[in-house]
């Protein structure tokens, strides 16, 4: 007899070896249009449905899981999860799930980018020699800011934020960072010293941003904070947009209060505040942390494991509510 198979929803194309791995155990719908799927649209495909593998845009919040009856995990395929409400989440007993430590190489060497792009003015270069503008060799033309020495200031010095400070070895910078708990091995390990954050901003020639988006982090860089990075700083967002008050950004890079931005994220995605595409002193990307091959495979592979180790009864290879899990293994026993 031919048993149905569980139903699977994949809110978006994502690499195939993700959907593969899905479909070897599931019935599994995939989303493949390029245009948003509205919330209604959504609760439609998750009726039946017992896993979501969702991305970055998919907005999954209490009026979803609340029409979402069947609903017993959300794999996210992303390290960042604020795009779900994970209290509701653990309320229903619905698992949520992410994707860490795959994609810390990439976003680290972005950051990387970033700011040696913004330092060295590589994008206005470009731009100058696209637009036919370079004038000849002159040596006081596009000067742009010193690393070797200079100290990097890295607020969130979780995985991400560790690994761009293991990436400055070769810079020889001084190491400062920011983080909720205590973490004496990074100062052992890497010479680095946990401040508070105004003396970071204060200090440092290079702020990079690595902190998850949380009720607490939002707007964790606004008017205030910029005010106190020197003139000669540079702020670099890599983390999620709204860490940032953008319009404070804008404000305090025309008004020269810091010497440049580089941007991966950005407040209201795929939107950006207006002012900053006029900006020279700012280099923009769009969301592109964890874009290479690899690593958006490895996400879209571990977003498919979480789901079928969960939908197995064993441990997902990263639980964000851990609670729902030992709630589940009460219940079996
Ligand atoms: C991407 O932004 C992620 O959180 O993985």
């Not at 007993?93 to 040696?116: E, F, K, Q, R, S």
């Not at 637009?131 to 200031?153: C, E, H, N, S, V």
């Not at 995985?159 to 990436?167: D, H, K, L, W």
């Amino acid at each position: 007899m031919d048993v149905q198979k569980p139903r699977v929803f994949v809110a978006w194309q994502i690499p195939e070896i993700g959907i593969e791995l899905l479909q070897a155990h599931y019935e599994v719908t995939v989303y493949r249009e390029k245009k948003p799927l509205s919330r209604e649209a959504l609760v439609k495909q998750l009726q039946g449905v017992v896993a979501l593998l969702s991305i970055f845009s998919t907005r999954v919040d209490a009026w979803v899981m609340d029409r979402a009856p069947d609903l017993k995990i959300i794999s996210n395929m992303a390290v960042g999860y604020d795009n779900i409400d994970v209290d509701h989440a653990t309320r229903k007993g619905i698992a949520v799930t992410n994707t860490p430590d795959v994609l810390t190489d990439a976003t680290a060497d972005l950051t990387w980018a970033l700011l040696l792009a913004v330092a060295r003015r590589v994008v206005e270069g470009d731009r100058v020699m696209r637009a036919g503008q370079f004038k000849g060799w002159d040596p006081l033309y596009m000067l742009g800011a010193d690393i070797k020495g200079r100290t990097l200031g890295i607020i969130g010095a979780g995985r991400i934020g560790a690994a761009v400070m293991e990436r400055s070895k070769g810079w020889q910078m001084k190491l400062l960072f920011v983080n909720r708990s205590p973490r004496p091995d990074l100062e052992a390990r890497l010479g680095a010293q946990q401040v508070d954050l105004e003396t970071l901003l204060r200090q440092s020639d290079f702020v990079s941003l690595h902190v998850p988006l949380t009720p607490q982090t939002r707007h964790l860089i606004g008017a205030k904070e910029l005010s106190l990075m020197k003139p000669t700083a540079y702020l670099i967002n890599t983390a999620r947009g709204p860490v940032v008050d953008e319009r404070a950004l804008v404000r305090a890079l025309q008004n020269g209060q810091i010497a440049g931005a580089a941007l991966d994220v950005f407040e209201d995605e795929p939107r950006m505040t207006p002012g900053l595409e006029t900006l020279d002193n700012v280099v923009l990307t769009p969301h592109i942390g964890s874009a290479t091959v690899g690593a958006r495979s490895r996400m879209a592979e571990m977003a498919a494991q979480n789901i079928i180790r969960y939908l197995n009864g064993q441990k997902p290879l990263s639980i964000v509510n851990p609670e729902v899990m030992e709630q589940r293994t009460d219940q079996q026993t």
